[in-house]
């Protein structure tokens, strides 16, 4: 169900990009693409050419990546569907931004070409009426990086958003910071899968027993053990901190009849191991149930 969920979540994501980006076809005062022409050149064969090349592209870019996102739906991993959708994502987000710099790009060529730049460039910005020629500060037509502006912060040309001027040092400190973010996203994906595939192990040596899940994460000393008992159906559960995936508790949880309770158990693979040591209570398993079985013998035996 969760993954439904964040696949619903991460598809809503597709017409913003999608209409974003086409929206950048239609005349902002004298801007078409991000780049700055003549109000008399947004009806010329060319410009329309470029424009209309532009939305077809952008819908062969666009549009198969709304089945690319169906297979998320029906994967029964959570850490699997994640991987899946942030990948997804960074297509969608990187996808239209190349097809709208190369377009961005044949519109600068045609623009100077036309000599439109003179045209262009003695428009007057606070007139209201348009837009001053800028157009050599815009990297692809989406990155602002002008150093003879003070403003940190300038409306995008792209959207409604504001854009950083990369040409201060925490303009692209932060740019660095927002790419990386957006690149770890399949990641975190991978990370949670390979939490849901490593499955929980029990280590019972002469003096310890060790629960163990990538790392140890419990080490209860043999002599300390006050009460020992095994569970054939594990008691509604609720996480409080830790991890809380369809086949991996791990954590502090508040389990009901036992109360606050620190767990590392695959949920669907009993038994569980019930243990009270000090004023703590452990819930633990190995992900091979016959595992499990003979350490509580041992552990009843000792």
């Given at each position: 169900m969760i993954n439904i969920f964040i696949t619903l979540i991460v598809i809503v994501i597709w017409p913003i990009f999608y209409f974003l980006m086409r929206n950048n076809i239609k005349p902002k005062k004298n801007i078409i693409l991000s780049v700055t022409i003549p109000q008399s050149a947004h009806h010329e064969s060319e410009t329309q050419a470029i424009c209309h090349s532009f939305k077809n592209w952008l819908n062969i870019t666009m549009l198969p990546l709304l089945l690319f996102i169906i297979p998320s739906f029906f994967m029964q991993s959570f850490g699997a569907a994640l991987t899946w959708c942030m990948t997804w994502l960074l297509f969608v987000?990187?996808?239209?931004?190349?097809?709208?710099?190369?377009?961005?790009?044949?519109?600068?060529?045609?623009?100077?070409?036309?000599?439109?730049?003179?045209?262009?460039?003695?428009?007057?910005?606070?007139?209201?009426?348009?837009?001053?020629?800028?157009?050599?500060?815009?990297?692809?037509?989406?990155?602002?990086?002008?150093?003879?502006?003070?403003?940190?912060?300038?409306?995008?040309?792209?959207?409604?958003?504001?854009?950083?001027?990369?040409?201060?040092?925490?303009?692209?400190?932060?740019?660095?910071?927002?790419?990386?973010?957006?690149?770890?996203?399949?990641?975190?994906?991978?990370?949670?899968?390979?939490?849901?595939?490593?499955?929980?192990?029990?280590?019972?040596?002469?003096?310890?027993?060790?629960?163990?899940?990538?790392?140890?994460?419990?080490?209860?000393?043999l002599d300390a053990i006050e009460s020992l008992e095994l569970l054939e159906t594990l008691p509604p559960a609720f996480r409080i901190a830790g991890t809380g995936l369809d086949n991996l508790y791990k954590g502090n949880f508040r389990v009901e009849g036992y109360g606050i309770s620190r767990l590392c158990i695959q949920p669907k693979d009993p038994p569980f191991l019930v243990i009270k040591s000090g004023n703590h209570t452990f819930i633990m398993n190995d992900a091979d149930s016959k595992v499990t079985r003979e350490i509580y013998a041992n552990l009843k035996a000792k």
């Open positions: 987000v990187f996808a239209p931004a190349v097809v709208f710099a190369k377009h961005r790009g044949k519109l600068m060529a045609l623009k100077h070409d036309k000599n439109w730049h003179s045209k262009a460039e003695g428009q007057v910005k606070d007139s209201g009426e348009m837009h001053l020629d800028e157009d050599d500060y815009w990297l692809w037509g989406l990155l602002y990086n002008n150093p003879n502006d003070s403003h940190f912060l300038v409306k995008s040309r792209v959207g409604m958003n504001m854009s950083l001027n990369l040409a201060k040092p925490a303009g692209k400190a932060l740019m660095v910071f927002a790419v990386l973010c957006i690149l770890a996203m399949p990641f975190i994906g991978l990370w949670i899968w390979a939490e849901e595939l490593t499955p929980s192990k029990l280590v019972l040596s002469a003096t310890t027993l060790t629960a163990r899940h990538t790392r140890d994460r419990y080490v209860i000393q």
